[in-house]
């Protein structure tokens, strides 16, 4: 079973910013797809942000020109840097790591993040 570890949420007031992490201790994802999805209240998980193997990005429109996502393939982690924050990006934050490839499609625990008006 493949654990990825998240960090980095908290509570922040609207304007401020935030850096997750999500890491995959002792394993190699360089190959691998990695992306950030949300979860708020009474709505589907969507997507935030995903980085290719090879280093395509792609964002939702909604936080284009705010946040940031990038990878550290020596450190098997991918970041998601949140800046310019809003009460509409109050969710749970979730990391996603997969290569469709070989069917494989991990999901972090989640890390709430809660912006404040």
């Known amino acids: 079973q493949v654990q990825l570890v998240e960090s980095g949420g908290g509570l922040v007031q609207a304007g401020g910013s935030l850096r997750l992490s999500c890491a995959a201790p002792g394993r190699t994802f360089s190959s691998y797809a990695m992306g950030w999805y949300r979860q708020a209240p009474g709505k589907q998980r969507e997507l935030v942000a995903t980085?290719?193997?090879?280093?395509?990005?792609n964002y939702a429109d909604s936080v284009k020109g705010r946040f940031t996502i990038s990878r550290d393939n020596a450190k098997n982690t991918v970041y998601l840097q949140m800046n310019s924050l809003k009460p509409e990006d109050t969710a749970v934050y979730y990391c996603n790591v997969k290569n469709i490839v070989i069917g494989a499609n991990y999901w972090g625990q989640g890390t709430q993040v809660t912006v404040s008006s």
């Open positions: 980085i290719s193997r090879g280093g395509t990005i």
